[in-house]
């Protein structure tokens, strides 16, 4: 079950797991099976992973329900299924495809848009797959281990990729060949890559913490940024790169000194880091849920760890290591300005600021500051990423997932065939449940559609391995069932607009309150 932090120690948070893959084979018993790369389609349709047995595994989504329809034309033929007939399976056991190209352990996967997948290994390739195809399409050829790789995010049709030689490359798909290379100024070894503001600029890690930052056409190098600790020489190894959704120039870096940072490249400024989760040796990645609310990472003890990030409030953030410089003296407080006091002063308050300063970062260190920590396996948690709204969303169009199926949803009824009809407070609806379909109820009709489209963020799924090759799958449960269905309309989901893992939205009941001031500013805009 979950362990957690104090705050969230006394409440019943709902979140479980839900299932267990193996990206074991029979031919791997007695050898190592860690997996390094763990990712799912942007689409939410698929979910890959490799490492050190160099089998790449794909595994579909379960939603034989859904079929191959388009999910804006879902309102057809979804009939609703009690608690019991549902099920809370989120992939299928079995994998659709198993890819054994590489010869050597798959230290990185990219998926593009259109479910193309790139894996990076150390048999110095880089090979490219397609989802519904068994044999590989194309293989890029290196000089050494390939340690990352990234598919553009606008182009599918380039790539990115470092490599233990010391060099940065883009690859075009098409020409199958490298059309940009640069090798890291200091001569290092590139242990991760990343693009940001929307495939503009390269980014390169270096195993001494040294963050590199490039133009993509050509890799013209622009700048780096030694990512290390205030009291370290030298900085660990960079072993992810990955930008921000909604951000062009942040990108969060993981290193093996057990710190997650988001930095903004283009200013090479340091916004927040994250900590509480071990990271001394292994290649774990921290990642972004899909709208950028949330940091999740693995940990050599066992554990996953969750961040708040707070995305609003970071776009504009002002950078740590400014913070104090921006702070304007206290002088009204009747002390004196550091630069209005003797040359002996200036240097005792030095000294004592030195000393606080070390004595605070020691006790920060002893206090972890993540939101949510729970033990996941019973080795070193290699991979936690959290599955994209598109995987809610398919399970839930399937009308046959028992979380979704009861996840109350809020949305304002108004006729779309009258063009100034618009939502107000009196014609908010709660859909308790999935309805069963009527083509001749246009009320129902516009109900199921806004169950498809909804993004079920207070029913988050998070995907965890281990060095074992086992990956678990784990759900916050959204749903309300039983007596819990008495609650008044507006009780039951004033929180509707909240995406936070908070103790809030995953306890047990939801808050009986009135319409809250957040489910008032929704209708606010609505109504506009």
């Not at 362990?3 to 948070?13: F, G, I, Q, V, Y």
């Amino acid at each position: 079950m979950v362990a957690s932090n104090d705050d969230l120690s006394e409440r019943s948070t709902r979140l479980s797991e839900h299932g267990a893959l193996s990206a074991r084979r029979k031919s791997d018993e007695g050898h190592p099976n860690a997996i390094w790369a763990m990712e799912i389609s942007s689409d939410g349709k698929y979910l890959a992973a490799a490492g050190q047995h160099g089998v790449i595994k794909i595994w579909s989504l379960n939603d034989h329900a859904y079929g191959e329809r388009d999910v804006s034309m879902t309102t057809d033929g979804i009939s609703s299924r009690s608690l019991e007939e549902a099920s809370i399976k989120v992939f299928n056991d079995t994998p659709l495809q198993e890819f054994a190209g590489h010869s050597a352990a798959v230290l990185d996967l990219s998926w593009s848009k259109t479910h193309f997948l790139l894996s990076s290994s150390m048999d110095n390739r880089v090979i490219l797959w397609h989802a519904s195809m068994k044999e590989c399409l194309c293989v890029f050829q290196h000089s050494g281990s390939v340690t990352s790789v990234a598919f553009h995010p606008v182009d599918d049709r380039i790539f990115l990729s470092g490599s233990l030689d010391g060099k940065v490359r883009i690859w075009s798909v098409p020409d199958r060949s490298c059309v940009a290379c640069s090798a890291l100024p200091d001569d290092g070894i590139v242990t991760a890559v990343g693009f940001a503001k929307d495939g503009k600029l390269t980014c390169a890690g270096s195993s001494d913490g040294q963050l590199f930052l490039y133009e993509t056409e050509k890799l013209k190098f622009i700048s780096k940024m030694a990512i290390k600790k205030d009291n370290s020489k030298k900085g660990q190894k960079i072993t992810a790169i990955q930008p921000m959704p909604g951000s062009a120039e942040n990108v969060l870096v993981t290193s093996n000194d057990s710190y997650i940072r988001l930095i903004k490249v283009t200013e090479r400024q340091l916004l927040h880091h994250y900590k509480g989760a071990d990271n001394e040796a292994s290649q774990i990645r921290a990642s972004f849920s899909d709208d950028g609310s949330y940091v999740i990472c693995g940990s050599d003890k066992s554990t996953v760890h969750v961040w708040r990030t707070g995305t609003r409030d970071l776009l504009d953030v002002q950078p740590l290591n400014e913070e104090k410089a921006n702070a304007s003296p206290g002088s009204s407080s009747g002390t004196r300005h550091l630069m209005d006091s003797s040359p002996d002063d200036r240097k005792e308050h030095r000294r004592l600021s030195s000393l606080i300063r070390g004595f605070d970062q020691q006790l920060k260190d002893l206090v972890p500051n993540h939101d949510l920590c729970f033990s996941a396996h019973e080795g070193t948690v290699t991979c936690a990423i959290f599955a994209p709204r598109g995987t809610r969303q398919r399970l839930a169009i399937t009308g046959n997932d028992a979380i979704y199926n009861f996840t109350p949803v809020v949305y304002a009824r108004y006729d779309k065939n009258k063009p100034n009809s618009r939502p107000s407070e009196t014609n908010i609806e709660v859909s308790e449940h999935v309805p069963d379909a009527d083509k001749e109820d246009r009320y129902q009709q516009q109900e199921l559609l806004e169950r498809a489209q909804y993004s079920y963020s207070e029913g988050h799924i998070i995907v965890t391995a281990d060095e074992s090759g086992i990956i678990k799958v784990w759900r916050v449960d959204s749903g309300v069932y039983g007596s819990d269905k008495s609650v008044e309309h507006e009780e039951k989901r004033a929180f509707s607009g909240n995406t936070s893992l908070s103790p809030e939205c995953i306890s047990r009941t939801p808050p009986s309150t009135s319409i809250s001031n957040r489910f008032k500013e929704f209708i606010k805009r609505a109504t506009r």
